[in-house]
């Protein structure tokens, strides 16, 4: 190791050690702060990635990948509806997947270590470059300023921070060599052994639009730190964040004296979707997917000879069967679905209330007053421009509009209660945003059909039930069929709890119960909350659990007698 | 927990313990002893083992499986030639997993040290019967008695505790509970978390009939200790062992108040193979597979959604770039591929050597010289009944011998020199044995058709290249396509070494350098040496590592406010 990497380690070795410490414990940990608060970053901060931002507008994002065939560019602001008018270098996939072959020759013989501290280098550079990077993310997927500096910077760069200190543990569980004494017959048989890792192929991180980021790191992180080069595919309508990683990865590569094209960015566009490519191509051998459940599968149903990781979505939902403070319960709902207008694989879409109503403190309360008081609490949030545009930020797309017209139709169509027409609300700072408030529909158990698919967009059900068991079966049910990442439930019965707990587990649905308050119920914090379990349809990796990182990599060994020299 | 099952996890935590250490530091280390003398035995058992074994020959093998569906039983001798004459019970596949679904609902409930302990008995009860299993192994696969005892018993053993070892660790990584404290606002958040472990689903291990307990204990070990129930497929031709095995892991199940359908067998015949009913049934979710490379490399272009863990074969070559003293090189070779007549996945099947010869330390050496050396030594242990019955044992099925007959054919109608006819030899105890000495032949590189697939039977090619480095090059190529187990180099130019070992890490070959004496070459052992790598076609797993466990189960987690009463 030279110098500069010696220094890069040691300046790295503590974080390290955190980070694994915290995934041990599991308690709450960050390197990093995460509110944009001036308090903290200064005044000059803010105000420069505002400029760096509105710097990369209107021209091309030239970042010297190889094998660039031509340039396009097709985001749209959901905040102003203007094009970003950036163009990206549209590369040939037979040539990304060769230079990072060639990359990976050099990378996989530097150490674990170095290779780990080269990632926390890039995490650092990134926190470092955060406002601008939660300009991009707003101007492309329509996260409130506050949620794109937080959830899409250091709550993302924690998860991958997280995975690396899964990769060191992994690796780590390595012996680099050994000696071996045995007796056999006569003779003492002595050899020395080394244990290679090995890197495993090019890894493709194939990332969602509305999250970017919070996928990504993770993945490139694990693929990285363990000696494989990553291509990254971002979302053709959500490019500018990766653009900006990618970037940022291929300085600290290049300052650290590795070859840049470790990291590089696969641009495509809606007309013509280059994954495929990548996918099929044999050199290919670690996928990351985030993003729709349909290509998800898709991949989950195809993809053989490969290690593929994948987080789609599925129906989250919650159970109501009986509370403390009503009025805190829904609210907690209220916000975590209205939170980017439930653009989120973390979005509360069902309410399962027994249609017989529930006990609080204050007394029995009907389905229609729990049902009203989720209504309110939505109101209260709507009703206020500027906690609407916090909480909600805009829609990233026409789509997830659609998705509720469409719902909308169907309820009416079926015969279930349009409790809230969810609308436009005026954005403070951009008059043109997308923006939509929750449409909330009731119905009962009668309506599945409706409320059981995935519904990307900004409407939520509530769904009277027989009593609150039939609830909790056709939650965890739908877990199991059709996946979910969170689930929910509401109940001052221990004996309730507990009776349900274990079949959520089963059918691999991580559980909040009884969530109240600031920390909104679908935060995840990296090192603390493991992230998708793999045992629904909702993905199949962890972020991040051993598993997510172990198969990344390779054990090949050798073995020769102890040389007398050596002896 | 109760007294029994405590006591039986006080009573193998030492063990663990040390198994835990051996794989950390890969030294060398066993429970057991893997000589079958007396001297270590008494005289006893070893007549007991034989005896035991005898009363299973002509009847039924009853173990109370449900579902049974009627009686099968094709096994013949390798060394009688005659019927075993045990039929076993054919069951319903619906109904062994179904039964397997039932049993896992106590079964994951069971603590992850618990289940290792019940892994741990049902091993020391194995070993304590390993003389009937010597004869079990010797009559259905052909081992000798001594390699049936060793590498049937305690060597394979240790590969089911070594995965007990990687099980512990993988699953001691994931805290049970932990509380999360962190201000949100003014909120002072403090939250319990529980993290439970999920097994996967049902486990199917689908056996070789060469070697069918070596892979079978660690996978049957790293499902059951994850949690999940596992069903036995062993080969049609070779039932017995594994009968064996689940009938006592079902005793040991049964003795500590668990589900014995947590084990089961799905036995099958040649002409009606089940294997595919359990492959495809959703269920299933954990297929390990070791067996031939056609149908493991069908499974692994076909198998999606599920923990895939395969270990097949290849080509292992042996390059011969220089040796010290020709004769113990030469003798190590032989050997290694007369063992077991090369049935094994780590037999040699291709020596190449430059065609200009080699430097010995008593001068330099012709090609032909050190291929006739090879013959001499082979010829050295098939002369001597007693040497060659020790070593070679039989031949499992008259396919062997196809094989050589094939590539003798093929070798006269392609002009290669047979420099050696293998023929049988008169086993001392077995007069009808199929036995087998190796074939030998020779020929150069542009004869690459011949010796480039895997030929699983005593044959081995001696390949003349046109130098040290286009040897190195052949055989590691071969390993990248054809997949390769082990590879074995001879050289006392450390030059050429350090310039070839990490093309031969690259490509997944272990590689073992100027390996003489009384160790087999081809011996691995667990907790020091890894066994396949997954980074070329001979198999998508490694014996093992936390890749082979970490993926056998998930982590669901919950978290609500901490109690003011548990605070």
């Known amino acids: 190791m ?13 974080t390290l050690e955190a980070a694994i410490d915290a995934v041990n414990t599991r308690k709450s940990w960050s390197p990093f702060k995460d509110s944009p608060s001036s308090k903290i970053h200064g005044e000059e901060k803010p105000a420069a990635g505002k400029a760096a931002f509105e710097a990369r507008l209107n021209r091309r994002f030239e970042m010297g990948l190889p094998g660039i065939s031509g340039w396009s560019g097709e985001e749209v602001s959901p905040f102003t509806l203007d094009p970003l008018g950036i163009s990206y270098p549209l590369c040939d996939p037979e040539t990304l997947i060769a230079s990072a072959k060639v990359a990976m020759a050099h990378w996989s013989k530097a150490s674990p270590g170095l290779r780990i501290a080269l990632c926390l280098e890039m995490a650092e550079q990134l926190y470092d470059n955060n406002f601008e990077m939660a300009h991009a993310v707003m ?18 760069l924690d998860r991958g921070i997280e995975a690396l200190a899964y990769a060191a543990t992994a690796m780590d569980n390595v012996a680099p060599e050994a000696k071996y004494h045995r007796q056999f017959g006569r003779d003492e048989v002595a050899l020395e052994k080394t244990y290679t890792l090995v890197p495993r192929g090019v890894g493709l991180v194939i990332c969602c639009a509305s999250f970017p980021t919070w996928n990504a790191y993770p993945a490139m992180f694990a693929s990285l730190s363990t000696g494989n080069p990553v291509i990254v595919k971002p979302h053709p309508i959500a490019i500018l964040p990766m653009a900006i990683v990618v970037e940022r990865c291929r300085a600290v590569l290049s300052e650290f004296g590795f070859d840049p094209n470790l990291v590089t960015l696969a641009v495509d566009t809606v007309a013509e979707p280059v994954a495929g490519q990548y996918v099929e191509h044999p050199d290919v051998q670690i996928i990351d997917f985030t993003g729709s459940p349909r290509f998800g599968s898709h991949l989950e149903r195809t993809v053989t000879g490969k290690q593929l990781f994948t987080e789609t979505a599925g129906v989250n939902s919650v159970v109501v069967e009986s509370v403390d403070d009503l009025a805190e319960s829904m609210r907690a709902i209220a916000r975590a679905s209205s939170l980017f207008s439930a653009q989120m694989c973390t979005s509360p879409q069902v309410v399962f209330v027994p249609k017989d109503g529930i006990q609080t403190r204050d007394g029995h309360v009907s389905f229609d007053a729990v049902a009203q008081c989720i209504v309110d609490e939505v109101d209260a949030l709507a009703d206020s421009p500027k906690v609407a545009a916090g909480i909600m930020g805009a829609v990233q797309a026409q789509l997830s509009l659609d998705v509720v017209a469409e719902a ?32 909330v529909i009731s119905g009962d158990s009668s309506h599945q059909a409706m409320y059981a698919e995935e519904r990307f967009g900004p409407v939520l059900f509530i769904v009277a039930t027989d009593s609150a068991d039939a609830a909790a079966e056709e939650a965890t049910e739908l877990a199991r069929t059709r996946g979910t990442i969170s689930c929910y439930m509401y109940s001052t019965d221990d004996d309730f709890v507990d009776r349900w707990v274990d079949v959520y587990a089963t059918v691999g649905a991580n559980l909040s119960i009884n969530l109240t308050g600031a920390m909104w119920i679908n935060f995840a914090a990296a090192y603390s909350d493991y992230h998708v379990t793999g045992l ?5 990796a962890c972020l991040a659990d051993l598993s997510f990182v172990a198969s990344r990599f390779r054990i090949a060994q050798r073995r020769r007698p102890i040389r007398k020299d050596a002896a």
Chains 1, 2 share one sequence.
Do not use: C, W
């Open 536 to 540: 629904n349809p909702a993905g199949n």
């Open 2 to 14: 030279t110098t500069q990497h010696e220094t890069l380690v040691s300046k790295h070795a503590a």
């Open 408 to 439: 909308s139709a169907m309820a009416e169509r079926e015969g279930l209660s349009i409790l809230r027409q969810g609308g436009a609300y005026e954005h403070p700072d951009f008059p043109a945003a997308r923006t939509r408030t929750m449409m």
């Open 139 to 156: 101007h492309v997927a329509g996260q409130s300023y506050t949620q794109a500096f937080s959830g899409s910077g250091p709550n993302a």
